[in-house]
């Protein structure tokens, strides 16, 4: 389950499945790599998440993360970090999250969307995570951290070859050389940045971050630029990989897509599920902080516990015929953004973007076929489709622009 080419195929879910049916929790015993416990059942799922004493977060961020990087990020990086530092760590970062701020990045995102999708039907198609989906994550992001335009594209291509969409299908050392070297010039990037911000006068949330003191303290620089990596690795991937994955889902069920085409207002019920079936960060990784049981196993202080969220989200116990995406579920109660007090903090932003992203694209397409073969990414830490070419056919009248909800 950690090797990174299991995730390019549509292999897991049945795993998943017999997985959950034998044992929810169960032992995982590798022989390069230390072993863990494999969650797939929802209620384990969300007793681990929200059990911060028992499963801590600052011995690990995903598997297999090299051990030089789990010390740079612990106790440093939100996702990294247990309370009481990641209460005022949260609180920190969360400031640049606030409902105005995201009314305005509403007004930007809508614009790019906008741009993108008329560029694709302009050219009669495109690959959609590479044209239209990863630009718009990427701009957002970068939006919301006050990168200016001019560099957002390098961005983009640097989070692509640092965090894996752009990947080799098979791993080799001149790949791992290639990501190292692209997250160094992120790290680099954000550090250079900072220093602009220290005196700027924008609402970008570097300048929030370097400026703005929380509960009296404000973040180091190496809590500043760590968290904007953060930022940019899991913002930058998640809403791509569900956008793709969500519009193959409907491009497979074009009457699920002519339903929101004919009633916008139910989009955000539908990005629920989205949300649910795609669920794009594959696990999240605790160690236990003291011997204890979960699912009726007895876990040791130290076990690597590792919470498989989309197999969660496919728990029959919790969702009604879960292998089937159905845009109309109600009582969506998925953790594809996690639980507990390590929810995703810019869930948020990413909900928002993929309903203007989804709403445009009822606005202003009527069709859209798939035109090759799709390609899935290989990791063990995101998962979703990687490559997407499509055909798009304009609406003979596209409805008019959706206000801001």
């Given at each position: 389950m950690s090797d990174p080419a299991f995730f390019a195929s549509d292999a897991p879910v049945q795993v998943w499945h017999a997985m959950r049916r034998e044992n929810p929790v169960l032992w995982v015993e590798r022989h390069a790599q230390p072993g863990f416990w494999a969650v797939t059942g929802y209620r384990d799922a969300q007793s681990v998440l929200r059990r911060p004493d028992d499963f801590g977060s600052e011995g690990g961020l995903r598997l297999d993360t090299p051990a030089a990087a789990v010390r740079v990020a612990s106790g440093r990086m939100l996702i990294a970090t247990d309370p009481p530092r990641h209460t005022h760590l949260r609180r920190s970062i969360g400031a640049g999250f606030r409902t105005q701020i995201i009314r305005e990045l509403e007004i930007k995102t809508r614009g790019m969307a906008e741009a993108?999708?008329?560029?694709?039907?302009?050219?009669?198609?495109?690959?959609?995570?590479?044209?239209?989906?990863?630009?718009?994550?990427?701009?957002?992001?970068?939006?919301?951290?006050?990168?200016?335009?001019?560099d957002q594209p390098l961005m983009g291509q640097l989070a692509d070859r640092a965090f894996g969409a752009s990947r080799r299908t098979v791993d080799s050392s001149a790949d791992e050389r290639d990501r190292m070297a692209a997250h160094a010039d992120i790290l680099l990037y954000y550090w250079q940045a900072m220093e602009r911000k220290r005196y700027a006068n924008d609402q970008g949330l570097i300048t929030r971050l370097v400026q703005s003191p929380v509960?009296?303290?404000?973040?180091?620089?190496?809590?500043?630029?760590?968290?904007?990596?953060?930022?940019?690795?899991?913002?930058?991937?998640?809403?791509?990989?569900?956008?793709?994955?969500?519009?193959?889902?409907?491009?497979?069920d074009p009457r699920q897509w002519a339903r929101l085409c004919r009633t916008p207002t139910s989009i955000?019920?539908?990005?629920?599920?989205?949300?649910?079936?795609?669920?794009?960060?594959?696990?999240?990784?605790?160690?236990?902080?003291?011997?204890?049981?979960?699912?009726?196993?007895?876990?040791?202080?130290?076990?690597?516990?590792?919470?498989?969220?989309?197999?969660?989200?496919?728990?029959?116990?919790?969702?009604?015929?879960?292998?089937?995406?159905?845009?109309?579920?109600?009582?969506?109660?998925?953790?594809?953004?996690?639980?507990?007090?390590?929810?995703?903090?810019?869930?948020?932003?990413?909900?928002?973007?993929l309903r203007v992203l989804f709403e445009e694209l009822s606005r202003r397409v009527a069709r859209f076929e798939i035109t090759g073969p799709l390609e899935r990414l290989r990791s063990n830490t995101f998962w979703g489709v990687k490559s997407m070419s499509i055909t798009v056919t304009e609406t003979s009248a596209p409805t008019a622009r959706m206000g801001i909800s």
């Open positions: 993108l999708i008329g560029n694709a039907l302009l050219a009669g198609g495109c690959d959609f995570v590479s044209d239209i989906a990863g630009p718009l994550s990427t701009s957002v992001v970068c939006e919301l951290m006050g990168i200016p335009p001019a509960g009296g303290s404000r973040l180091t620089d190496e809590e500043v630029v760590l968290n904007c990596d953060g930022l940019l690795a899991g913002g930058n991937e998640t809403a791509r990989l569900a956008a793709a994955t969500g519009l193959q889902a409907l491009i497979e955000p019920g539908a990005v629920e599920e989205i949300l649910r079936w795609t669920s794009p960060a594959s696990h999240v990784l605790r160690v236990a902080r003291q011997d204890t049981e979960l699912g009726g196993n007895q876990v040791a202080a130290g076990d690597l516990v590792a919470v498989w969220l989309p197999a969660a989200n496919r728990d029959p116990e919790v969702f009604v015929d879960p292998d089937t995406f159905d845009t109309t579920r109600i009582r969506n109660r998925h953790i594809a953004f996690g639980s507990g007090d390590h929810s995703c903090i810019g869930s948020a932003i990413a909900r928002m973007e």
